[in-house]
Protein backbone atom coordinates (compact mmCIF):
# COMPACT_ATOMS: atom_id res chain seq x y z
CA UNK A 1 0.00 0.00 0.00
CA UNK A 2 1.51 3.63 -0.86
CA UNK A 3 1.05 6.41 2.04
CA UNK A 4 2.26 9.66 2.14
CA UNK A 5 4.05 10.42 5.14
CA UNK A 6 4.71 14.52 5.70
CA UNK A 7 7.28 16.05 8.27
CA UNK A 8 8.57 19.51 8.48
CA UNK A 9 5.42 21.32 9.81
CA UNK A 10 5.87 23.46 13.21
CA UNK A 11 5.48 27.19 14.47
CA UNK A 12 7.23 30.12 13.02
CA UNK A 13 7.28 34.12 13.84
CA UNK A 14 6.61 35.99 10.75
CA UNK A 15 9.48 36.89 8.33
CA UNK A 16 10.75 32.95 8.92
CA UNK A 17 10.94 29.84 7.05
CA UNK A 18 9.89 26.17 7.17
CA UNK A 19 10.80 23.59 4.80
CA UNK A 20 8.27 20.88 4.15
CA UNK A 21 8.99 17.29 3.00
CA UNK A 22 6.65 14.54 2.12
CA UNK A 23 7.58 11.07 0.92
CA UNK A 24 6.10 8.39 -0.73
CA UNK A 25 6.01 4.92 0.49
CA UNK A 26 5.96 1.86 -0.95
CA UNK A 27 7.24 -0.07 -4.56
CA UNK A 28 6.63 2.97 -6.24
CA UNK A 29 6.66 2.84 -10.14
CA UNK A 30 6.06 6.26 -11.08
CA UNK A 31 4.50 9.64 -9.95
CA UNK A 32 3.11 11.91 -12.31
CA UNK A 33 2.02 15.36 -10.67
CA UNK A 34 3.33 16.23 -6.78
CA UNK A 35 2.25 18.99 -4.80
CA UNK A 36 1.20 20.73 -1.97
CA UNK A 37 -2.36 22.46 -0.96
CA UNK A 38 -2.97 24.15 2.47
CA UNK A 39 -6.50 24.70 4.50
CA UNK A 40 -6.83 27.48 6.59
CA UNK A 41 -9.20 27.15 9.82
CA UNK A 42 -12.87 28.11 8.36
CA UNK A 43 -11.13 27.76 4.71
CA UNK A 44 -11.55 25.68 1.87
CA UNK A 45 -8.25 23.68 1.14
CA UNK A 46 -6.21 25.19 -1.64
CA UNK A 47 -3.55 24.87 -4.18
CA UNK A 48 -0.44 25.96 -2.99
CA UNK A 49 2.05 24.61 -5.54
CA UNK A 50 2.59 21.72 -7.65
CA UNK A 51 5.52 20.21 -9.57
CA UNK A 52 5.20 17.75 -12.53
CA UNK A 53 7.53 14.49 -13.03
CA UNK A 54 9.57 16.69 -15.59
CA UNK A 55 10.04 19.49 -13.03
CA UNK A 56 7.73 22.06 -14.16
CA UNK A 57 6.00 24.18 -11.70
CA UNK A 58 2.88 25.81 -10.87
CA UNK A 59 2.67 27.98 -7.31
CA UNK A 60 -0.68 29.97 -6.55
CA UNK A 61 -0.24 33.96 -6.75
CA UNK A 62 -0.10 34.10 -3.06
CA UNK A 63 3.30 31.96 -2.49
CA UNK A 64 4.94 33.52 -5.92
CA UNK A 65 8.63 34.26 -4.99
CA UNK A 66 8.56 32.90 -1.36
CA UNK A 67 7.75 29.45 -1.60
CA UNK A 68 9.42 27.15 -3.61
CA UNK A 69 8.40 23.37 -4.84
CA UNK A 70 11.22 20.76 -5.68
CA UNK A 71 10.92 17.18 -6.10
CA UNK A 72 13.71 14.32 -5.73
CA UNK A 73 12.18 11.39 -7.98
CA UNK A 74 14.62 8.74 -7.26
CA UNK A 75 13.08 9.36 -3.72
CA UNK A 76 9.57 9.64 -5.20
CA UNK A 77 9.59 12.85 -2.53
CA UNK A 78 8.54 16.18 -2.63
CA UNK A 79 9.61 19.42 -0.55
CA UNK A 80 8.24 23.09 0.05
CA UNK A 81 10.75 25.40 0.74
CA UNK A 82 8.52 28.37 2.71
CA UNK A 83 10.47 31.92 2.97
CA UNK A 84 9.12 35.05 4.58
CA UNK A 85 6.42 33.56 5.87
CA UNK A 86 3.42 35.82 6.76
CA UNK A 87 0.24 34.67 9.20
CA UNK A 88 -2.02 34.38 6.76
CA UNK A 89 -0.02 31.32 5.56
CA UNK A 90 -0.70 29.49 8.75
CA UNK A 91 -2.77 26.48 7.98
CA UNK A 92 -3.03 22.52 7.57
CA UNK A 93 -0.10 21.88 4.55
CA UNK A 94 -1.36 18.40 2.83
CA UNK A 95 0.45 16.82 0.18
CA UNK A 96 -0.58 15.57 -3.01
CA UNK A 97 0.59 13.18 -5.60
CA UNK A 98 -1.33 12.23 -8.86
CA UNK A 99 -1.37 9.39 -11.17
CA UNK A 100 0.81 6.82 -8.37
CA UNK A 101 1.74 3.52 -10.04
CA UNK A 102 3.48 1.00 -8.21
CA UNK A 103 6.27 -1.55 -9.30
CA UNK A 104 3.01 -4.25 -9.07
CA UNK A 105 1.24 -2.78 -11.19
CA UNK A 106 -1.42 -0.68 -8.86
CA UNK A 107 -2.35 2.48 -9.87
CA UNK A 108 -3.67 5.19 -7.63
CA UNK A 109 -5.52 8.44 -9.29
CA UNK A 110 -4.50 10.87 -6.40
CA UNK A 111 -3.15 10.42 -2.94
CA UNK A 112 -3.14 12.70 -0.06
CA UNK A 113 -1.00 12.77 3.14
CA UNK A 114 -2.21 13.49 6.48
CA UNK A 115 -1.09 17.17 6.64
CA UNK A 116 1.27 18.53 8.90
CA UNK A 117 0.24 22.00 10.72
CA UNK A 118 2.17 25.18 9.86
CA UNK A 119 1.73 28.25 12.30
CA UNK A 120 3.09 31.55 11.75
CA UNK A 121 2.52 34.01 14.64
CA UNK A 122 2.70 38.19 13.80
Known amino acids: QVQLVESGGGSVQAGGSLRLSCAAS????????MGWYRQAPGKQRELVAT???????NYADSVKGRYSISRDNAKNSVYLQMNSLLPEDTAVYYC????????????????WGQGTLVTVSA
Open 96 to 111: NAAKVATAAGYRYPEL
Open 51 to 57: INSDGRT
Open 26 to 33: GSIFSINA
